[in-house]
């Protein structure tokens, strides 16, 4: 749910690195190495949908409310130390490919 249909594509190809073992670079990574701040922002957005569909009592819920909160609000003033500054523009190749 976290990644956009585009960016599937994108995730096969990485994963392949990283599974492989012929990359030193890429050993002993994964997607909290490639998937930053945006996609941590994409989940938070979901948070309620999918707390919804649990058996947390309403206090649990609260409580879970009140740290993403604080959260969401600490990760603003940080901003520009986790969300990209730029961004690539995928080819041509690649968007037709993730159609």
Known sequence: ILLYRFERSQLADVRKFWESGRFPEWEGRGPGDCYGAEHLTRMLVNMPELIAQTNMDTQSVARLKEE???????????????FCAKYEKPSAEYIENAR
């Open 68 to 82: 993403i909160s604080k959260f969401c609000t600490w990760l603003a003033r940080n901003s520009n130390k986790f």
